[in-house]
């Protein structure tokens, strides 16, 4: 097993966004109406690399950034 793993990403907002994560086409996290969402793995695996986008969105908008 690998190394714990923490990242988050959000954005600022009004009204308050949604913020995704998604790896791949998966959402792997989540956050409704909070400025920010934190993604967290135990132990990281091969399959946890690559690219990941962050995403959030309101009424009046998105935006997003890739990371890996």
Do not use: K
Not at 2 to 25: E, K, N
């Amino acid at each position: 097993a690998g190394d714990p793993l923490s990242v988050t990403c959000g954005a600022r907002s009004h009204p308050a966004p949604i913020v995704t994560v998604a790896h791949g086409r998966r959402v792997v996290a989540t956050a409704v109406y909070e400025p920010q969402v934190r993604l967290e793995v135990a132990a990281a695996a091969p399959e946890d690399a690559g690219e990941y986008l962050c995403r959030a969105e309101n009424q009046h908008g998105e935006s997003s950034v890739a990371f890996n």
